[in-house]
């Protein structure tokens, strides 16, 4: 046995050659990693700048030269910029999302529930994970793709349903269907599923057993267990998935797209022409101009208005009139938002042509005039702020959750 | 109620079956009248002029250069803030970067496509002048890099998950040897999370080959054989939606070929999924 040079092994792990230049890059290192974090927090900060910039918000330029004005909210898009606003944009995104959350939530919270309280295992239920599991990763325009597929083209259409239903059926149905409000939130409702199963299914993991055992001891049902005591403590974990799904559907463009979501839209989809407060008859393309300028529509008028024609001449007209008017009329309407919300009717709605905002932003990006482009970075930070608002509560929950809840 | 909540589970199968139907049965008709040959290996993509030629490969190239574009900025820096975040950032600052971070993701593709065309690819067109390249306003550079950005957390949030996953005493095994802290990130814990990590690029790269708006916006609409990220070109998701914009009338092959567009795309998406869980099974070490 050769003896060890105990001096010489004390020496080399104290002061191993080339330490300084390795502390030197482990130190170092910090600098990149907090480097990347910023060129990642940076990007955030740039885009916000960048929009309110555009859109001439304070401080970038004077107080009050904003785009982003109550006249922005509550005008219709506009071939002239400068009376362009956003009002079918959010009116339709915000009935698109109640529309979207109405189907997925609960839908996504049974789902949910099933996969982690109920489901046994056996070979459907891996198909059922593995479907949930590739769904989160399908891109997005395939979700509209497929509601192109089905819900536009096959039941928007009522000669395309099987002939043993009632016309009045296929007729209401197809009403429903097709390119309009309802297919838009069925699609997105789809999109946004896996989120709210998966954060379901992690909220319902996250009780403990016990709270289980404790009520089926006292002979509670499992559905009793599970609606009312796992789901209360899993609700604040289920809110989080659903806030983010919603935020999610809220900027979604690509899928609407497909299913034909209008790029100009100057009527609200809570009125039908005809016995509407603001409404266009007939079918406007993206400059503002009637796609088939020789047709006319026929017209009953329900409230005193001004009608303007395509040619931009104005009319009065008065409740009870019957017009032919050429398309691309804009039937502005006297009458006030009570009103409007007196003709609110899910029926009518649902089944009605639609913009969001995202899209509205998107057909004012496409264009080359910078008037509008300060109206896309309008439309934008509106987005952004809801989208960044929505995110930011989510989050804050899950904080809140981490925090308060320990089993 | 037991029932009820199969169906809504089960729904999930339609959904994937109603896409994969769809996608399919349209495609079909499309194939019966383009060969599968021509789709594959012509090198034009006109659908819409009168003398039709459909050769996928111009969007396909368009969608790599974009993806590629991506890969490059997202993964160096997705990594970096990983192994910031797990092996050298306190508890605090991770949890406070972390869910800020994941906000880039959460920001509308839309809003990204407008930062691409009005603020990145302006600075880039500056930037590149004096080396002598005129970039065009609209090019696949600025909507990939753009769309690097927005995969940053994707890639950077589940690496980490894997990275902090990696058992405590491998690296304390690792300190004791006298490593450093970045020498174990790199020489251990990278090496043991090498699945999630695998897993957390494809992930991202699979999110940049599906993604719509910013490249419709800023990468340019023209279908061409895309060789340098400069150029502008169309990927499969902008053909789709710039052909959904318009008006198509039902039946036509013009509206069926967007659909063996989508059918490009979901066997794309598919097989980089099914990569990413082939890999991850196949490297995954069992602690």
């Known amino acids: 046995m050769t003896a060890i040079d105990v001096d010489r092994v004390r020496d080399i792990t104290a002061h191993p050659p080339g330490l300084g230049a390795r502390r030197f890059k482990d130190r170092s290192f910090i600098i990149w990693g907090i480097l990347a974090t910023i060129i990642g927090l940076g990007t955030l900060i740039a885009l916000v700048a960048e929009l309110m910039h555009d859109a001439h918000v304070w401080p970038f330029a004077a107080w009050g030269e904003s785009v982003i004005s109550p006249r922005f909210f509550f005008s219709f898009p506009s071939s002239e910029a400068s009376e362009a606003g956003i009002l079918s944009a959010w009116v339709g995104s915000i009935l698109v999302i109640v529309t979207t959350a109405l189907i997925a939530i609960p839908i996504g919270m049974l789902a949910g529930v099933y996969l982690e309280e109920y489901a046994p295992k056996n070979a459907v239920t891996s198909a059922i994970e593995i479907a949930v599991n590739n769904l989160a990763g399908v891109p997005s325009i395939l979700f509209g793709l497929m509601a192109l597929g089905i819900f536009v083209q096959v039941l928007g259409n009522p000669a395309r349903y099987p002939d043993f239903l009632p016309e009045g059926f296929r007729n209401g149905a197809a009403d429903l269907f097709g390119q309009s409000i309802f297919t838009a939130g069925i699609t997105l409702s789809l999109l946004i599923l896996p989120v709210i199963i998966v954060a379901t299914r992690e909220a319902v993991r996250g009780v403990p057993q016990e709270i289980r055992h404790a009520a089926l001891a006292v002979g509670a049902t499992k559905w009793q267990t599970t609606q009312h005591h796992v789901m209360p403590y899993a609700l604040p974990g289920v809110v989080t998935g659903v806030i983010i799904g919603i935020s999610r559907a809220l900027g979604e463009t690509a899928p609407l797209i497909m299913i034909g979501g209008l790029t100009f839209v100057a009527f609200l989809p809570v009125t039908r022409p005809g016995d509407a407060t603001f409404e266009t008859i007939g079918v406007l393309d993206e400059y503002g101009a009637p796609v088939t300028p020789d047709a006319t529509e026929r017209v009953t008028i329900t409230h005193d208005g001004v009608v303007v024609l395509p040619d931009f001449t104005e009319q009065q007209v008065h409740a009870g009139e019957v017009l032919d008017l050429p398309h691309g009329s804009t039937v502005q309407s006297t009458a006030t938002w009570g009103d409007a919300l007196a003709s609110w009717a899910p029926t009518h709605w649902l089944g009605q042509e639609f913009t969001v905002m995202p899209i509205q932003m998107f057909n004012w990006t496409s264009r080359p005039q910078a008037e509008f482009l300060e109206l896309a970075a309008a439309a934008g930070l509106v987005l952004l702020a809801i989208t960044l608002l929505l995110n930011g509560t989510a989050i804050w929950l899950r904080y809140r959750l981490r925090k308060s809840i320990k089993w | ?287």
């Open chain 2, 1 to 287: 109620m037991e029932g009820l909540l199969f169906v809504a589970a089960a729904l999930a199968i339609a959904i994937v079956l109603g896409i994969v139907y769809v996608v399919l049965s349209e495609s079909t008709k499309f194939f019966s009248h383009v060969s599968v040959v021509e789709f594959l290996t012509s090198t034009t993509w006109t659908p819409l002029f009168d003398n039709p030629q459909y050769g996928i490969a111009p969007l396909l190239s368009g969608t790599f250069m974009a993806t590629l574009v991506a890969l490059a900025v997202a993964v160096p820096l997705g990594l970096l803030v990983a192994i910031y975040l797990s092996e050298f950032a306190g508890s605090r600052t991770r949890e406070t970067i972390k869910p800020t971070l994941e906000l880039l993701a959460a920001v509308p593709t839309v809003v990204y496509g407008y930062f691409a065309l009005l603020f990145v690819t302006p600075l880039l067109q500056q930037w590149l002048r004096p080396f002598g390249i005129e970039l065009p306003s609209f090019n696949l550079l600025g909507a990939g890099l753009v769309m690097g950005l927005m995969i940053i957390p994707y890639i950077a949030s589940l690496s980490e998950d894997a990275m902090r996953a990696v058992p405590r005493s491998m690296r304390e095994g690792s300190f004791a040897m006298g490593a450093t802290r970045l020498e174990t990130a790199f020489r251990v814990v990278v090496p043991a999370a090498v699945s999630g990590v695998v897993g957390a690029v494809i992930l991202g790269m699979s999110r940049a080959i599906g993604e719509t708006m910013i490249v419709v916006v800023a990468g340019g609409q023209m279908p061409q054989m895309v060789t340098s990220p400069t150029q502008q070109g169309a990927t499969v998701t902008a053909f789709m939606a710039q052909v959904a914009l318009g008006d198509l009338p039902y039946g036509t092959l013009e509206y069926n070929s967007i659909f063996a567009a989508g059918l490009a795309l979901l066997v794309l998406t598919l097989m980089f999924n099914f990569i990413a869980f082939w890999l991850q099974r196949r490297f995954r070490e069992a602690y």
